[in-house]
């Protein structure tokens, strides 16, 4: 049971629970980045190892709270009778577990919001030469990692 499932509880149909738990996979891929991105431009260079440390077992933690409550939230759903909500319709166990784990992550949307990118620190142009390279590195193997992603 994951905590960013908010959109999953108005799935019936495969596709679109398929299409919302991509959307979750694409918000997660990006996490990890950002995150790292922000620590490194907000903290001074002695003081970002714990900061990132912090930030990792953030992570662990995070994960898991989750498997606990979602253990919680899972057995919760499977006793609960469905109930029908006016202007929406009936929503049934597994779809109000949904609801009751994205909680969390909506209460939480302001703080996020309010959280304003740091001034870069110079790092960003030290990227540009491997950014280059990168791209240059994925033109010329791009079909090994085509066959990867397909395969997986």
């Excluded at 299409?19 to 891929?29: C, E, L, N």
């Excluded at 077992?57 to 898991?64: F, K």
């Excluded at 319709?89 to 577990?97: F, I, T």
């Amino acid at each position: 049971m994951e905590r960013d499932g908010g959109g999953l509880w108005l799935c019936i149909e495969h596709d679109r629970m398929f299409a919302a738990r991509v959307g979750v996979g694409m918000g997660k891929a990006e996490l990890a980045p950002a995150a790292y991105s922000m620590i490194l431009d907000s903290f001074p260079p002695e003081r970002r190892a714990p900061a990132i440390a912090v930030f990792s077992v953030g992570t662990i933690l995070g994960i898991g709270t989750v498997l606990i409550a979602g253990g919680g939230v899972t057995q919760w759903a499977t006793d609960v009778p469905s109930i029908k909500l006016p202007l929406v319709r009936e929503l049934h166990g597994w779809q109000l577990a949904f609801i009751i784990v994205a909680l969390p992550g909506a209460l939480l949307t302001p703080v996020v919001l309010a959280l304003r990118e740091p001034a870069r620190q110079g790092a960003g142009r030290a990227l540009d030469g491997a950014a280059i390279y990168a791209v240059t590195f994925l033109r010329r193997h791009g079909g090994s990692f085509l066959l990867l992603i397909l395969v997986t």
